[in-house]
């Protein structure tokens, strides 16, 4: 769940430390991530059906359960700054930190437009276990569908 090294939301792009760096941050994807594919398998072979990258909603969340306003998000440890795993990059370290920074806050308000939208949401981080998370995704859907608790 990668987003491209460049925007505007940190200023200018700094340039890139190398030629192997800027390789590196241009092959990484912004949707169908490793972690995510893992977590949709799951669900899949659970019997659960999904929209993936749902355009019509804010933040284009990973997995959306639409009849069960459930909106899914797996985040990269990098890009949005797991408190475990996270790391700062020592190159142009302002820059990644104003960068990442604002992918947190931009993760704050497309929940909160999702929330006034009646949608719930969940975030796991990448490094989270599939069947783990498949679980607790299973769980919160079932209650939202069927009743119960949440």
């Not at 998000?73 to 990442?100: I, S, T, Y």
């Not at 947190?104 to 939208?117: Q, T």
């Amino acid at each position: 769940m990668g987003t491209s090294a460049g925007g505007s939301s940190a200023g200018s792009r700094p340039p890139p430390l190398n030629r192997a760096v800027s390789s590196q941050m241009k092959r990484m994807p912004r949707a169908s991530t490793k972690p995510e594919v893992a977590v949709r398998r799951e669900l899949h072979r659970r019997g659960l059906r999904y929209r993936t990258n749902h355009p019509g909603l804010p933040g284009r969340p990973d997995i959306a359960f639409t009849k069960a306003r459930l909106a899914v998000f797996v985040d990269g440890c990098f890009w949005h700054r797991c408190p475990e795993h996270g790391v700062l990059p020592k190159n142009n370290r302002e820059w990644w930190q104003a960068k990442l920074q604002r992918n947190v806050e931009r993760d704050r308000e497309k929940d909160a437009a999702l929330v006034a939208l009646n949608w719930h949401v969940c975030h796991f981080w990448e490094h989270e276990n599939p069947e783990r998370v498949a679980d607790e995704i299973s769980h919160l859907w079932r209650a939202l569908r069927y009743g119960g608790s949440a």
